[in-house]
């Protein structure tokens, strides 16, 4: 398969067949993004604010385009974090995601909210997720990617025993680890090519799938 070999020439690590995840991914309602160390290096500032990159922000946005063409209804889009981080936000709001969780320390809570609220079960979802916080999440949905990081050898060779994630990115957070997902996602769904051109277009099927997405009211959920 071209495309497996694509990512793997990348230095991605496949867990599960391509075609395995191909046949899940068709099921799936829900992409469920951590924050910190995933669209970024995990670093913050005093007042626990930290960065996202516009590179992953395109990968996302053309990931529910793509899932628009395909489907005629957009999939569901989340942030889960630990912590209230006004840039996660302001992003959740900017590019019109269906809700983000802020301040929350077992989000295990947060999917059965994104489960129960939007009746969907949880192996509709699929969790891009980087540590050890994030695991049980991971276990729960039916696709999840871990974050590549060659500072914890350990945790990745536990992820990998485990069999915790279907996909292993190359680049880690901060070198746009969620486009690299979002990138294989695409390919795996079916027409990358025709997903592009048509973004590059901006008129007809993209017009009519940014006014369905700029319609949607961020749903910002506050854990005390």
Known sequence: MALEKQFVNLGGTFLTPPKEIASILVNTKAFVFDWDGVFNDGRKTSDSDSTFSEIDSMGINLLRFDYWLKNKQLPLIFIIT????????????REHFDGIFLNIKNKTEALERICSKYDIVEKGNAFIFDDVLDIEVAKKCGLSFFVGRKSNPLLTDYIIQNKICNYISAFSGENHAIREICELLIGLSGDYTRTIELRIQFKGEYEEYLKKRDAINTDIVLFQ
């Open 82 to 93: 630990g912590m209230k981080n006004q840039a996660a936000i302001e992003f959740s709001k």
